[in-house]
């Protein structure tokens, strides 16, 4: 990609989400991997030349590995405010709060 390219990316709207989705990137990726056969930034990978196509397979399975995590940790971050939003009553919780300033001003008036 030149940079001229990479500067007519969006930036904002749908094209700047940062949402990740693993497949799409593994569906990319999958006609350039082989098996795993070794671990990106382990002792055997930084002794492989810089040309040797395993040492890139790992650096595409690493992106992938990535998306993975990705992907899980902000279903997991979605899942966990469903259920934080779900399991308390914001209007008790709002009231609750104005009251405590109303009466931390009360004392600090006295």
Do not use: C, H
């Not at 990740?20 to 991997?33: A, C, K, R």
């Not at 382990?42 to 002794?47: A, E, L, N």
């Amino acid at each position: 990609m030149t940079e001229q390219q990479m500067d007519a990316r969006p930036t904002t709207g749908a094209g700047a989400s940062r949402e990740v989705n693993f497949y799409p990137v593994y569906q990319f990726l999958s006609p350039l991997l082989a098996d795993p056969s070794i671990i990106l930034g382990t002792p055997v990978w930084t002794q492989l030349d810089d040309t040797d196509p395993v040492k890139w397979q790992a650096i595409l399975w690493a992106a992938v590995w990535w998306a993975v995590t990705e992907d899980a940790r902000q279903q997991a971050i979605a899942e966990a405010g469903e259920a934080i939003w779900e399991g308390s009553n914001w209007s008790d919780a709002a009231r609750t709060l104005l009251r405590r300033r109303e009466i931390d001003a009360l004392r600090r008036a006295s």
